[in-house]
């Protein structure tokens, strides 16, 4: 085989040592990652793919006025508490990343520990798989106060979407997950930046904030699915509106391919994702994607 094919891409043809590569390696850009801070994770197990996890969801339970003249008293008497609707999360993705450093790479770069750099970097692609699945379940949200595609985000619509969620009885520890465009757009609001109604307004937390008229966190990630060449489904949601369930712990292997002179390290790891509870979260339209 050519030397050309064993070495880096940007080596020239046929030269053994044909540049000095820097010892120092710049990383990627990375997306802020926000499953995990407004997903659930409380079915986190050691499951294989296939298995499947039933979550009931009990009844809301009613009374009837007392009696004491009457032998069918307890009429009344609630004998299940689990009859209403459930939820299940499934283990439907087995997901792989491999790397591998060939001997000729290894030693002409002079970067030390590149594949473990290499393996890094993987498994922070394994972890930006599972959260893109995640949240593209945000369409999936049934709570009201959408609006239109390409929108411009307003506390019209944030008073809207919170209306909705109030008027259901969702529980108040919401969250918002938004892109850059939202983020930029609460910017201009100045219900949500100045220190006449906020006391930690959103310029001082950088991407991530919180909006204090609503005791609501604001999470910004470019992690977000677009459902037409203009924005992006954001969200406010409840935890309990998507349930994620990983493998734990993600496997890492580490051999050495002969045939292949090379050393490769392979992340992979079982999960599911599901919206277990769809009325606790409210998708909503952004500006830009």
Not at 77 to 93: E, N, Q, V
Not at 106 to 115: F, K
Not at 276 to 284: K, N
Request: hydrophobic residues 40%; proline residues 5%.
């Amino acid at each position: 085989m050519a030397m050309a094919t064993r070495q880096p891409s940007d080596a020239l043809t046929a030269e053994l040592v044909p540049v000095i590569w820097s010892s120092k390696v710049l990383h990627h850009t990375e997306s802020s990652l926000v499953a995990g801070e407004v997903m659930d994770l409380s079915w986190r197990s050691q499951l294989a793919i296939g298995d499947a996890i039933t979550i009931p969801i009990d009844v809301e339970l009613t009374g009837a006025a007392v009696t004491v003249t009457s032998d069918t008293v307890m009429t009344n008497l609630k004998t299940s508490f689990t009859t209403g609707s459930t939820a299940s999360i499934t283990i439907t993705t087995w997901w792989e990343i491999p790397v591998s450093v060939d001997d000729s790479v290894a030693r002409q770069t002079q970067v030390p520990g590149l594949l473990e750099k290499f393996a890094k970097n993987a498994a922070y692609g394994w972890r930006k798989k599972l959260d893109g699945d995640a949240t593209a379940l945000f369409s999936s949200l049934t709570g009201t106060g959408n609006g239109m595609d390409g929108q411009t985000f307003t506390d019209d619509l944030l008073l809207t979407i919170m209306e909705g969620l109030d008027e259901t009885d969702i529980p108040p520890e919401r969250a918002m997950v938004c892109d850059p465009s939202t983020l930029a757009d609460l910017r201009k609001i100045d219900k949500f930046m100045s220190f006449d109604y906020s006391s930690n307004p959103l310029r001082l937390k950088g991407y991530r904030g919180r909006i204090d008229p609503y005791g609501l966190p604001v999470y910004m990630t470019n992690n977000l699915t677009s459902p037409s060449s203009v924005g992006n489904y954001g969200a406010v949601l409840h935890k309990e509106a998507i349930a994620m369930t990983v493998q734990s712990p993600m496997d890492v292997e580490k051999w050495r391919e002969e045939r292949r002179h090379s050393w490769v390290i392979n992340t992979s790891g079982f999960y599911g994702v599901d919206a277990i509870r769809p009325t606790f979260g409210t998708y909503f339209y952004t500006r830009s994607y």
